[in-house]
């Protein structure tokens, strides 16, 4: 009984993941010929707008499928992360960028981020960049960098430990204790992929299963803001540019209740203990980086595939993509997504409609 329940629930998962990708698939192609390059280009500036456009024919696809926007919603909320196959035509790319900015403009790049805001949109997340993080743009490269520039150029090459991004900033629906203007980290970040010869996974390690290894004692720890979390390399610069300095967070906790489960924010790479010698706070920490290890699922993502990766309930990396550069090399466009009917009007950069602050 157990076992014909188990395989039904993942039938479940894989179906709506199917249906979800088959929709978008269907309206943005269907979209992509009423419109001109040029049109495209111009509606990846608004996507609030692209979104608004999109959501009515992703919505008929759904029903067509018997079934619901409301429906993918709730599915994807609830879990750490969706990976949706084949959702665009990866077309007419250029070499792989060798740096995070910009996108060039070509066929398969504009249908992967047209194809990203449509995914986030159902979903009820606009998709956004932060001011402070390469220049603000709403898309940017995830490739591997040439020799020369230093830390990004090991990083770029380099396997990613578990982290949720834009870790220095709040959960949604928290504040910052010094900056108000503060805005909230992605609930969502959405991976699409370009390029990945190799089959390089992005990692996920799910929250439940990590608090499934986790003592009461530790999950205590954890909660306790006793915690010290820097800035990730990418923000770096544009946060001393932005705010004066890196933003670092100096009480933090690393998990939170919330509505009966947990969210989370962490970075291996960022995370330290605020007084050294607290040793509980220590040996949470290293519960959970064990934990983090124990959990690790790979997602290999292909051409045209897109993951949206829930940045509350899951921590997410990757492993290595070594040190070869453009040509046909990995090549990945990420952006965020955030329920963003909450946030006040400083949290967005003046006459963006879609960077916030920092
Ligand atoms: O390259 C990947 O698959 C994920 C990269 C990532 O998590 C990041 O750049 O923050
Ligand atoms: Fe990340």
């Known amino acids: 009984m157990y076992i014909i329940f188990v395989s039904l629930a993942l039938v479940g998962t894989q179906l709506i993941e199917e249906i979800f990708s088959q929709a978008v698939r269907f309206a943005v192609t269907n979209w992509r010929t009423g419109v001109t390059f040029e049109q495209m280009l111009n509606g990846l500036a608004c996507p609030g707008d692209l979104s608004r456009e999109l959501l009515p ?19 994807a909320w609830s879990q750490p992360f969706l990976k949706l196959e084949a959702v665009f035509q990866p077309s007419e790319l250029p070499d792989t960028p060798i740096n995070f ?52 150029t090991e990083k770029s090459a380099d396997k990613m430990t578990g982290h949720t991004d834009g870790v220095t900033f709040p959960l949604r629906g928290y504040s910052d204790p010094v900056n108000e203007r503060i805005a909230p980290s992605p609930d969502f970040v959405c991976l699409s992929a370009l390029r990945n010869p190799n089959e390089v996974p992005t990692t996920v390690m799910p929250l439940e299963r990590l608090m499934e290894r986790l003592s009461s004692e530790h999950i205590k720890e954890l909660q306790k803001p006793q915690y010290i979390i820097g800035s990730q390399l990418t923000f770096r610069d544009g946060m001393v540019e932005i705010l004066g300095d890196e933003l670092e967070v100096d009480d933090a906790q690393l998990i939170f209740p919330m509505n009966g489960s947990w969210w989370i ?68 466009l990420r952006t965020y997504g955030l329920d963003v009917s909450d946030l006040a009007p400083g949290q967005w950069h003046e006459g963006s409609t879609f960077m916030l602050y920092p």
């Open 57 to 75: 024919a992703i919505e008929h696809e759904l029903n067509k499928r018997n079934c619901s926007g409301a429906e993918v919603r709730a599915f």
């Open 101 to 152: 900015c910009p996108v060039p403009d070509a066929e398969g790049t504009v249908l992967a981020r047209v194809s990203a805001i449509a995914c986030l949109a159902i979903i009820n997340s606009a998709s956004v960049s932060y001011g402070s993080e390469n220049g603000g743009d709403l898309f940017v490269n995830l490739v591997v960098f040439p020799p020369g520039r230093g830390k990004f």
């Open 265 to 332: 924010r962490f970075s291996h790479s960022t995370t330290q203990i605020a007084e050294i010698g607290q040793k509980s706070a220590q040996e949470a920490m290293d519960a959970l980086k064990k934990a983090c290890a124990e959990c690790v699922i790979a997602v290999p993502l292909q051409p045209g595939d897109i993951a949206l990766v829930n940045n509350r309930i899951a921590l997410h990396g990757r492993s290595a993509p070594g040190k070869e550069f453009g040509g046909q090399t990995r090549w990945l």
